[in-house]
């Protein structure tokens, strides 16, 4: 008796958890959460992550630099940012869009 009780609880202060920071912010608590498990695929995604964000980086820094006037720094930041799309694509691996089909679930 007292376990469904206290199921009962636990599943009514879930559902008033979500009514009043909203289904987007649980969502997202607990998508950070999972990533931080010690995990592989946890571990990969924080790596597809940091590589996401330095192509990122690198296409802002490389659209404020001049191709004619500055060649060299354009071409070094070209190179960089050809290196990192290569990583980039290279580590797409399959578990990564596990990761994504997992987070549409929560």
Same mark, same amino acid.
């Given at each position: 008796?007292?376990?469904?009780?206290?199921?009962?609880?636990?599943?009514?202060?879930?559902?008033?958890?979500?009514?009043?920071? !909203?289904? @987007?912010?649980?969502? &997202?608590?607990?998508?950070?959460?999972?990533? +931080?498990?010690?995990?592989?695929?946890? %571990? $990969?995604?924080?790596?597809?992550?940091?590589?996401?964000?330095?192509?990122?980086?690198?296409?802002?820094?490389?659209? !404020?630099? @001049?191709?004619?006037? &500055?060649?060299?720094?354009?071409?070094?930041? +070209?190179?960089?940012?050809?290196?990192? %799309? $290569?990583?980039?694509?290279?580590?797409?691996?399959?578990?990564?869009?596990?990761?994504?089909?997992?987070?549409?679930?929560?």
């Amino acid at each position: 008796m007292a376990s469904i009780l206290l199921w009962t609880f636990v599943l009514q202060l879930v559902i008033h958890v979500i009514n009043t920071f !909203g289904a @987007s912010s649980v969502n &997202e608590l607990l998508w950070q959460l999972y990533q +931080r498990l010690p995990i592989a695929t946890s %571990k $990969a995604a924080q790596d597809q992550l940091k590589l996401q964000r330095e192509v990122l980086r690198l296409n802002r820094e490389i659209s !404020g630099v @001049s191709a004619q006037d &500055e060649f060299s720094k354009w071409a070094k930041l +070209r190179r960089q940012l050809d290196k990192a %799309k $290569a990583e980039y694509d290279k580590s797409g691996w399959f578990g990564f869009s596990h990761l994504c089909g997992v987070r549409d679930q929560l």
